[in-house]
């Protein structure tokens, strides 16, 4: 027998009667552990300790009242917990979508500012879903080697105002 088996069946003899096999295999086992002889000692001073004080009597029809009250309280109920999680996070996400959308009415740019006439070339081009580097292609096919190199550079700046500082 185990020492934490042996320890169970001392605090369980303490409470109840043991059967006589259990009894037997705890009289043994304390006859040659002396860890389990210590603790039952200590067990029996403490019982000793508990059966000397006087507590106080409860008071009349406390059983009666106790009972009852155990009857009123509902048990636990892991789907109300759920449900009400459900609906705490379903209202925020409502409310988050609300303020997203009023954000996006009344947030919006003007259509002046997406009109085509403030966009670049290639931004048109984009938009169109055109290819951009069609540009390219045809300042590739000119003639002389000069020429592709200085229209390459030039077609690079495009609308930059020409300052090479890269910000942050």
């Known amino acids: 027998m185990k020492c934490k088996h042996a320890e169970r069946l001392i605090l369980r003899s ?15 086992h304390q006859d ?4 389990c002889r210590r603790i039952k ?5 403490i019982l000793g300790t508990l059966h000397s004080t006087r507590f106080p ?14 009857k009123d309280t509902p048990a636990f109920d892991p789907f109300a917990a759920g449900k009400a999680w459900i609906l705490k996070t379903a209202s925020v996400i409502a409310f988050s979508a609300v303020v997203l ?3 996006m009415i ?9 009109s085509q006439e403030n966009m670049s070339d290639s931004e048109i081009l984009l938009l169109k879903n055109l290819n951009p580097f069609q540009e390219t292609r045809t300042v590739l096919e000119a003639g002389s080697v000069e020429n ?5 550079i030039f077609s690079a700046l495009g609308d930059k105002n020409g300052l090479r500082k890269y910000f942050p």
């Open 14 to 28: 303490f409470d109840f009667r043991l059967s006589k096999v259990d009894q037997e295999c705890l009289d043994r």
């Open 32 to 35: 040659s552990c002396g860890d």
């Open 41 to 45: 000692d200590e067990y029996d001073v």
């Open 57 to 70: 009597e409860p008071k009349p029809y406390f059983t009666e009242r106790f009972r009852a009250r155990l």
């Open 101 to 103: 959308s009023a954000g």
């Open 106 to 114: 009344f947030l919006s740019p003007d259509p002046a500012v997406l």
């Open 148 to 152: 592709k190199n200085m229209m390459l």
